[in-house]
């Protein structure tokens, strides 16, 4: 079984690992390799083109390997996407605007840029047809999102804003029209855009 | 060639029709069963589910003849997506607020019940992979969200709205977090998110 590129050998400085850490490092290593290369399909070939003998092939991870840590496709799919996407970091300038209008540039950036930006078009329609992949990609994308909540409760423990304000709406005020401009009217999305768009929704 | 169900028989009113019309009556006939099997299919398997193949046999339509008509499979899918996808009428209530209202709920009524909201998302993850599909996408999209830019056209004639103001962007402001809610955050849309949302992209 030959280790992918991507993953970084485990240094032992000097101690000789024992043979359950041996079998442990293995392990990982199996998992790390076929996440990596399913994540470099994915976003390659898209979804709908990704199969699990490509994924063995190009991780040197044996079909029934994968299959022993991934029952499902599914869920070998969304761990990949999960352990891939960037984080977000969440900012913290002192006030709800400019904390909005950092997370949302970064967020703008990992739109034009990033790969799980044409990765998560696949996720989203197997997620059409499989409610268990859309329960998954829900949990996921709330994660991912997690940095706006944050913000929104820092600026309503200061004061800033409302406590009535929703944090899921407001989320869905800045990251929709960035979303909606990336993937369906594929326009482009400027810095001026993106801050009307946060002035918007803390109108 | 058989006909497909959903399409409806010409009626001929005593008249014979000549060879011509009969002629045209099977191109359109042809045209039209091949357009509605592609795009129920597109509904139920999704755009990566999809053969020719399933078409041919569900329209009764023979392949040689689709690729006749269609020599690129993302035309057809396109085409499907063009005619069935359902229009959207431009509201008329004499204020800017009421327009974009009606026609965000309308939208969103659309979004929770229609056959397009499980079929978009095929199209769009198509479209991160293969350059022609996503310049038809964005070209039908452009159409579909037409009655945006007629309301914010003529709020601006009554002097209602500033004539800076860019239609596009309102357009994302409403749309985004409608289609946000729908497939990302996979939220429901109420008519109150609704009117907030208009309010927002409005003030």
Redesign the interface.
Do not use: C, K
């Given at each position: 079984m030959r280790e992918s590129k991507g993953v970084p050998k485990p240094k032992h400085r000097g101690t000789t690992p024992s043979a359950d850490e041996r079998l442990r490092r293995s392990k990982d290593d199996v998992r790390s390799s076929t996440l990596a290369a399913t994540y470099e399909l994915l976003t390659e070939?898209?979804?709908?083109?990704l199969s699990v003998d490509e994924v063995s092939r190009r991780s040197g991870v044996a079909k029934t390997t994968i299959y022993r840590h991934w029952p499902e496709r599914s869920t070998l799919l969304l761990e990949a996407c999960m352990q891939f996407s960037p984080r977000m970091q969440t900012p913290n300038t002192g006030s709800l605007k400019g904390d909005l209008e950092a997370l949302a540039l970064t967020m703008a950036d990992r739109l034009r840029t990033g790969r799980w930006s044409?990765v998560l078009?696949?996720i989203?329609?197997?997620?059409?047809?499989d409610t268990g992949i859309?329960e998954l990609?829900?949990l996921q994308?709330?994660g991912f999102?997690s940095a706006f909540g944050t913000i929104v409760a820092r600026a309503q423990e200061r004061g800033e804003l409302s406590p009535e304000q929703d944090a899921?709406?407001i989320?869905?005020?800045i990251?929709?029209?960035?979303?909606?401009?990336r993937?369906?009217?594929?326009?482009s999305i400027d810095p001026a855009?993106v801050r009307?768009?946060v002035?918007?929704?803390i109108?």
């Open positions: 070939v898209g979804l709908s083109g044409s078009p696949s989203i329609d197997a997620a059409e047809r859309a990609q829900r994308h709330a999102m899921t709406e989320t869905a005020a990251a929709g029209p960035l979303f909606y401009r993937w369906f009217s594929r326009q855009f009307r768009i002035n918007r929704a109108a």
